[in-house]
């Protein structure tokens, strides 16, 4: 995640005086900037200095000091109190985003991807990203109590991908919401509709490229690979020339195939679908005439409909599906059990007995 801010900064540098060799080109990248992807060692708020580094106990310094000068262990308050608002306005977004995810609100999925957008991409630069990925495999993670905020973040990603299935993706992910917003405003007879035979192999690209990512962060231990495999980096608007020109082809590329990075591209949407394929505890329902019916698999802009299934890795949660399945005009299901209720109420006013 990016966390563009001075603090986190100073903590890192502090960081890299403590951690072994091996870990510091991992927990510090070499050119800090707002365009770096977070770097998982440090917190979001630097913690004061807890102790002092050197022992003047024993020693006759001359000046005689005694020891109130010696820094105090900060309290519980002064550590969260920093850390307050970014925790308050976290958790305001995350309730907006569920209430438009429980009420199925095509209006509030709007305001939240505006939100997701503004707030958790330009204005705080936090995303998952592979960087995150890279820092749980090394398990050089942040400190837990002067980074509250990653943890929620992280928390709230992983529970609710597990809970519900990719929710981060449909909901939560600054780019995500960018590209669905994108798809909202540009004319249909643009978009290339991918068949589907060929977007179930494309949609293999992306667990390829999780695995070729990691591998070789694991054997270089660069973590600045997350440049040529993720644009997350767009938030801070600090990109060099290389990836700006990618950035800029994969954008128009999005113009015609809705929603591309997402559904081929993403190792962090590979990671979070691998999750959400082995747990998902609250699934989309399907109704028997799913087998026959094709309306919702056509509406799934993200390829994740194969008849009766929902391809749980895929799915993000963008309700477009349920909320054909809550209109009694236009599921089936639905227009089904009204024709055979129908048909009864005709049954009775002409005195037949239902057969059955
Ligand atoms: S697939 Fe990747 S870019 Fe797309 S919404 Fe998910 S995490 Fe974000
Ligand atoms: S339309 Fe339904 S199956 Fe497709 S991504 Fe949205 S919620 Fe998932």
Request: with cysteine.
């Amino acid at each position: 995640m990016f966390r563009p801010r001075f603090p986190g900064l100073l903590l890192a540098a502090l960081l890299l005086a403590a951690v072994p060799a091996h870990a510091q080109d991992t927990a510090q990248p070499p050119e800090p900037s707002a365009a770096q992807p977070p770097d998982p060692g440090a917190p979001d708020t630097a913690p004061p200095a807890a102790e002092d580094e050197w022992d003047f106990e024993d020693e006759d310094d001359g000046w005689n000091f005694d020891d109130e000068g010696e820094a105090a262990v900060p309290t519980w308050g002064e550590i969260i109190e920093p850390q307050v608002l970014d925790l308050g306005l976290f958790t305001a977004f995350v309730v907006l985003a569920m209430v438009s995810f429980f009420r199925k609100s095509e209006r509030l999925k709007i305001v939240v991807f505006i939100l997701a957008i503004a707030y958790l991409g330009f204005g705080r630069g936090q995303l998952i990203s592979v960087v995150n990925l890279f820092a749980l495999a090394s398990w050089n993670l942040p400190i837990f109590r002067y980074s509250l905020f990653w943890y929620l973040f992280a928390g709230f990603t992983i529970v609710s991908t597990v809970v519900w299935g990719r929710l981060y993706c449909g909901r939560i992910c600054a780019y995500g919401a960018l590209t669905q917003l994108l798809d909202k405003v540009v004319p249909r007879q643009w978009r290339y509709v991918v068949p589907a035979k060929i977007e179930a192999k494309a949609n293999w690209i992306k667990y390829g490229l999780l695995v070729a990512v990691m591998v070789y962060y694991l054997v270089t231990r660069d973590n600045f690979v997350y440049r040529y495999v993720e644009p997350f980096w767009m938030f801070s608007m600090t990109g060099n020339a290389v990836m700006w020109s990618m950035l800029a082809v994969l954008l128009v590329a999005t113009v015609f195939v809705r929603n591309l990075y997402c559904r081929f591209l993403c190792p962090v949407g590979a990671f979070l679908g691998v999750i959400a394929q082995g747990t998902t505890l609250f699934r989309i329902k399907r109704w028997k005439e799913c087998n026959t019916c094709k309306i919702c698999e056509k509406a799934c802009e993200w390829g994740a409909i194969d008849g009766p299934k929902i391809n749980r890795a895929e799915c993000v949660r963008c309700d477009d599906c349920e909320r054909i399945y809550d209109d009694k005009d236009t599921c089936v299901h639905w227009i089904v059990i009204r024709k055979k209720s129908d048909v009864l109420a005709r049954q009775a006013a002409a005195g037949v007995v239902p057969t059955s």
